[in-house]
Each structure stands twice: as structure tokens, then as C-alpha cells.
């Protein structure tokens, strides 16, 4: 199984970005599909997942009505598309798979992940 994260970059604050995960080597439309992120020093943090088809979706908190997930299962993909950016939101971000039909924002429930894309938004 192989998750590979793109689409990081350096950004000012209230810019966007937009993240992609393609999958290989899993039958992804049986996986919740996750992104986290981890700063320096911090710990890995939710912050968005999707259900199989798209219908049920989960955003912490701190991202609520800034970043949108969603996926496309014809491409094995999975997006996040980051609005109105802020210096807090900088870390490196990891997409995640997890065999379920729940969507669940705790990492250790996940089975695979991907390699990470950095994210830089400056002041």
C-alpha cells in the first residue's frame, strides 16, 4: 500500500493551498481516508476525514470552515483544500487510510500513511 501526499508549500496567511493523496495497492473505496498534521514539537493532530462515498465527513475544530475534504474514487484520491491559511495551520501534513465505515479522528486507528507534505504559512 502506498499513500503519496502532495501539493505542500509555502504560503502567506490567507492564502490557499490544496493537498492531494493518491492511493495505490488498497481497494480505496472500502477506506475512511484521513488527514493529520504534526509541527515541530507537537504532537500528530487530527484534522479531516471522509467517509467511503463522501456522505459523512469529520474536521477538527481548529479547521472548521477553512478546510474542506473530499475525495474521488475513480482516481484513488483524496483532497484537502486549505482556505484562508493561517501561521498556526504550518506543520508537515500526512494522509491516512483506515479499513472502517466510520469516520474516527484518532490516528492509531489507521491502518496505512503516507510520507507527509510540508506546509509553511508565513505572517
Known amino acids: 500500500v502506498q499513500l503519496q501526499a502532495s501539493g505542500g508549500g509555502l504560503v502567506q496567511a490567507g492564502g490557499s493551498l490544496r493537498l492531494s493523496c493518491a492511493a495505490s495497492?488498497?481497494?480505496?473505496?472500502?477506506?475512511?481516508m484521513g488527514w493529520f498534521r504534526q509541527a515541530p514539537g507537537k504532537e500528530r493532530e487530527f484534522v479531516a476525514a471522509?467517509?467511503?462515498?463522501?456522505?459523512?465527513?469529520k474536521y477538527a475544530d481548529s479547521v472548521k470552515g477553512r478546510f474542506t475534504i473530499s475525495r474521488d474514487n475513480a482516481k484513488n484520491t483524496v483532497y484537502l483544500q486549505m482556505n484562508s491559511l493561517k501561521p498556526e495551520d504550518t506543520a508537515v501534513y500526512y494522509c491516512?487510510?483506515?479499513?472502517?465505515?466510520?469516520?474516527?479522528?484518532?490516528?492509531?486507528?489507521?491502518?496505512?500513511w503516507g510520507q507527509g507534505t510540508q506546509v509553511t504559512v508565513s505572517s
Open positions: 471522509i467517509n467511503w462515498n463522501g456522505g459523512s465527513t
Open positions: 495497492g488498497l481497494t480505496f473505496s472500502r477506506y475512511v
Open positions: 491516512a487510510a483506515d479499513f472502517s465505515t466510520v469516520v474516527f479522528g484518532t490516528p492509531s486507528l489507521y491502518d496505512y
